[in-house]
């Protein structure tokens, strides 16, 4: 069974980065494409809902950013197992738990990357706490 891990969180002051880490392990009978369709990355702050904040089509097909991240966080892929989240000047209001999932089944469209009901498979988190 797959399981998606989360690492490379910690706390940091404002104007300062971090990179999320997201491995995809355990069995699967397609090893090169344990990534899925697509990828993603949401936050939950304290008393708030999770949000997306950046995803990616896991083919080459685009990434997508909300609108509060956008051109301060990036989302790539490592290898057939890994993604990560470069976070650069980081904000107080990204203090949040990190999740990464996957999209499993094919025809995600453009417009719901970011929509959490696309995701099926789920890390436990990883916290980004940032200081003023």
């Known amino acids: 069974q797959l399981q998606l891990v989360e690492s490379g969180g910690g706390s940091v002051q404002a104007g300062g980065s971090l990179r999320l880490s997201c491995t995809v392990s355990?069995?699967?009978?397609?090893?090169?494409?344990?990534?899925?369709?697509?990828m993603g990355w949401f936050r939950q702050a304290p008393g708030k809902e999770r949000e997306g904040v950046a995803s990616?089509?896991?083919?080459?097909?685009?990434t997508y950013y909300s609108d509060s991240v956008k051109g301060r966080f990036t989302i790539s892929q490592g290898n057939v197992q890994t993604v990560y989240l470069q976070m650069n000047s980081l904000e107080p209001e990204d203090t949040a738990m990190y999740y990464c999932?996957?999209?499993?089944?094919?025809?995600?469209?453009?417009?719901?990357?970011?929509?959490?009901?696309?995701?099926?498979?789920w890390g436990q988190g990883t916290q980004v706490t940032v200081s003023s």
């Open positions: 999932a996957r999209v499993t089944l094919p025809g995600v469209q453009p417009s719901r990357m970011l929509a959490q009901e696309e995701y099926d498979l």
């Open positions: 355990g069995y699967s009978a397609r090893p090169r494409n344990k990534l899925g369709v697509a």
């Open positions: 990616m089509y896991t083919s080459g097909g685009g």
